[in-house]
């Protein structure tokens, strides 16, 4: 009886252990999580004008703990920004864990582009490379 008590209790405490995510870099404490896409800029009669998200399914935006902007199965795209400015000031993005890529990178030509992210609490506006923008709010 002893014996399988003990390997109960083994079996419990193996059960109950679980990976911990690591603690956001400082400059991404804000950042890291999953933002839903709720809007995107548009020209409408020569005016911008935002129109909500008509995606049958929900959009995501994820930042990893480190800024990196990953998808639901936990990789990158194959070119990814280095940089962003965040409310005016330019953060870095270090990977500092394990890159997953989608299939094979070696047939993409990337180039270098500076993400503009507006956050204010939990809603993000994220200006792409060639000026579009696209609203989020915290999931």
């Known amino acids: 009886m002893r014996k399988l008590l003990c390997f109960l209790f083994v079996l419990l405490a193996l059960g109950s252990c679980r990976k911990d995510e690591p603690e956001p870099e400082p400059g991404f404490k804000n950042l890291a999580g ?62 500092k864990a394990e890159l997953k890529y989608p299939g094979n990178c070696a047939l993409v030509d990337c180039f270098s582009c500076t993400l503009g992210l507006d956050l204010s609490g939990d809603d993000l506006i994220v200006t792409g490379c060639f000026g579009f923008k696209t609203k989020y709010v915290r999931d």
Do not use: Q
């Open 34 to 95: 999953r933002w839903l896409v709720t809007a995107r800029e548009e020209m409408s009669n020569g005016e911008k004008v935002w129109v909500p998200s008509t995606a049958s399914a929900p959009v995501y935006l994820i930042f990893r703990f480190d800024g990196l902007i990953i998808n639901e199965r936990g990789e990158t795209g194959c070119c990814f920004s280095y940089d962003y400015i965040v409310n005016g000031e330019k953060i870095s993005v270090i990977p």
